[in-house]
């Protein structure tokens, strides 16, 4: 390759790597020296998966194979193999590769280069298109989580008993809602403040969720309100769950390190029937926990033709 060539190869933006059919090195660029770490002397006439023993070489022996058979120029972008050599990004707090763009390109076989590696840095696209993924994830959790409790919602909630419901209908299995709500909320709300009233539920929800089973849901559906699906579950497993839920409540407070106050839950309890829709179900639970409230709160109520409190 003449000097006027190289001098351009040197102009070029990234990095310029040539090989020849040996895989050694036969021309480097400044960009490839800087990345490396390695000065000119140290790289050209090496083999090249000596220096870069991080590129997987029967994978790379069949694309140059592919590109100098078929002369034809290969790309593999960032999001197909995030990096070809393992370049350090250039912030100095950032530890991952720096990733890139790769362009395999057939030389005219004039000397004893036969290949060209371009080099494109793509660490700012692929940064920028991390962030829109993180975004597009924050969202997502945004549909289905309560952000003051980092609970499920009520709208995820609903989704997910709609799909138990069909499941307890199909194989006849057991399931049961749970409804509880913090007694006496408002007036927590008006004596200590609300950034106390949101801890005292934030403190709530992590409680009550160490008590429960992995496989069931414990969701906030709004205010102090909080819902528990309970798959495989009868009445009697059911009602065992509210109680413990109260009487943990009962014992122990809110453990965390907040003003020492007496704070108690209503439960309500509606157990899946054949036939019965997840709204029809909610409501009874519904029912029950009103009844419960009814009753003089800090207790649990089930759901029957006529809710009885217990």
């Not at 076989?109 to 829109?132: C, K, V």
């Amino acid at each position: 390759m003449n000097s006027s060539a190289l001098q351009l190869l040197k102009q070029l933006p990234g990095g310029i790597i040539l090989l020849n059919n040996r895989y050694q090195l036969t021309f480097v660029n400044s960009f490839v020296c800087q990345h490396s770490g390695l000065p000119e002397r140290d790289l050209v006439g090496h083999d090249f998966f000596q220096l870069f023993p991080e590129v997987p070489k029967a994978w790379f022996c069949r694309k140059v194979t592919e590109v100098l058979t078929q002369q034809q120029i290969q790309q593999i972008s960032w999001q197909q193999r995030l990096y070809l050599l393992k370049f350090p990004r250039q912030a100095a707090t950032e530890n991952m590769a720096m990733a890139q763009n790769i362009s395999l390109l057939p030389l005219p076989q004039r000397d004893d280069s036969a290949l060209a590696i371009w080099i494109e840095d793509a660490t700012e696209t692929a940064r920028y298109h991390a962030q829109l993924l993180l975004s597009a994830q924050q969202l997502k959790r945004h549909d289905r989580f309560d952000s003051l409790t980092e609970l499920p919602n009520r709208q995820y909630w609903l989704q997910q008993l709609q799909l138990e419901l069909a499941r307890a209908e199909r194989y006849e299995r057991s399931l049961a809602v749970l409804l509880f709500e913090l007694d006496r909320f408002k007036a927590l709300n008006d004596q200590y403040g609300h950034q106390f009233g949101d801890s005292v539920l934030q403190s709530l929800a992590r409680q009550c969720g160490a008590l429960l089973r992995d496989n069931d849901l414990l969701a906030r559906l709004g205010g102090a309100e909080f819902a528990v699906l309970l798959p495989d579950t009868e009445l009697a497993g059911a009602l065992e769950v509210a109680n413990r839920l109260r009487a943990s409540l009962a014992q122990q407070g809110i453990t965390e390190q907040l003003p020492p106050v007496k704070l108690s839950i209503s439960c309500g309890i509606s157990t899946f029937t054949a036939g019965v829709s997840a709204d029809t179900l909610l409501q009874q639970a519904e029912q029950a926990l009103y009844q419960a409230k009814c009753a003089g709160k800090n207790q649990t109520s089930i759901w029957r033709n006529s809710s009885k409190a217990s």
